[in-house]
Nanobody
């Protein structure tokens, strides 16, 4: 079984930046797609970004395009989410997710059901 551990969350003012990290351990070689989701209080979990193993396929939610950047370092078994120009409404718990299934079509990347592995989440709070 693999394990995903998020870090980098915290409190930031609106317009500020944070960089989240997700370190994978265990059977990481099979993690083809890794992604980030977020869930605000009282709301459903929503997709934020996802990336294939090679980095050749990347998905962003429309709401974060141009402000967030996802990347991964396979040598370190880590995926990152650089978040810029953060907004108060983006306050949420951010979760890392991974799947060992082979998907190249980013159409699937926003679907939480394709991900078999999830981290515990890291809190991001954006103050106004």
């Amino acid at each position: 079984q693999g394990q995903l551990v998020e870090s980098g969350g915290g409190l930031v003012q609106a317009g500020g930046s944070l960089r989240l990290s997700c370190a994978a351990s265990g059977r990481t070689q099979g993690y083809y797609v890794m992604g980030w989701f977020r869930q605000a209080p009282g709301k459903e979990r929503e997709s934020v970004a996802a990336i294939s193993r090679s980095g050749g396929s990347i998905y962003y939610a429309d709401s974060v395009k141009g402000r967030f950047t996802i990347s991964r370092d396979n040598a370190k078994n880590t995926v990152y989410l650089q978040m810029n120009l953060l907004k108060p409404e983006e306050t949420a718990v951010y979760y890392c997710a991974a799947t060992s299934r082979y998907y190249t079509d980013t159409y699937y990347y926003s679907d939480p059901t394709i991900y078999a592995y999830w981290g515990q989440g890291t809190q991001v709070t954006v103050s106004s």
